[in-house]
């Protein structure tokens, strides 16, 4: 089955950089759109990034552009979410996930994936 597994959560101050991954497993990883979304305490989840099947087109929210960079590694199976400038409104459970081609890049709807990961606690404090 298929397996998305994120990783590199953690606790840190404002200004601070993170890293998150996210393994895949069970699925031709080449051929889906990697995103990752957030979800803060009371708050719905939101778009954060995605990246095409290649990795040569992204995709940010405005809210993190020119702060997070998303990257893949189809060798390994693996999505990355680079996060600079943390800021405490980053505060969110992480997610990855996965959708298989039939959309363009730029739709972001959490709907249009169909695999997604058990997330990871990112806490920033100021």
């Known amino acids: 089955q298929v397996q998305l597994i994120e990783s590199g959560g953690g606790l840190v101050q404002a200004g601070d950089s993170l890293r998150l991954s996210c393994a895949a497993s069970?699925?031709?990883?080449?051929?889906?759109?990697m995103g990752w979304f957030r979800q803060a305490p009371g708050k719905e989840r939101e778009f954060v990034s995605l990246i095409s099947q290649s990795g040569a087109s992204t995709y940010y929210a405005d809210s993190v552009k020119g702060r997070f960079t998303i990257s893949r590694d189809n060798t390994k199976n693996t999505v990355y979410l680079q996060m600079n400038s943390l800021k405490p409104d980053d505060t969110a459970a992480y997610y990855c996930?996965?959708?298989?081609?039939?959309?363009?890049?730029?739709?972001?709807?959490?709907?249009?994936?169909?695999?997604w990961g058990q997330g990871t606690q990112v806490t920033v404090s100021s």
């Open positions: 996930a996965a959708r298989s081609r039939g959309y363009g890049l730029t739709y972001a709807s959490d709907s249009s994936f169909g695999f």
């Open positions: 069970g699925l031709t990883f080449s051929w889906y759109t």
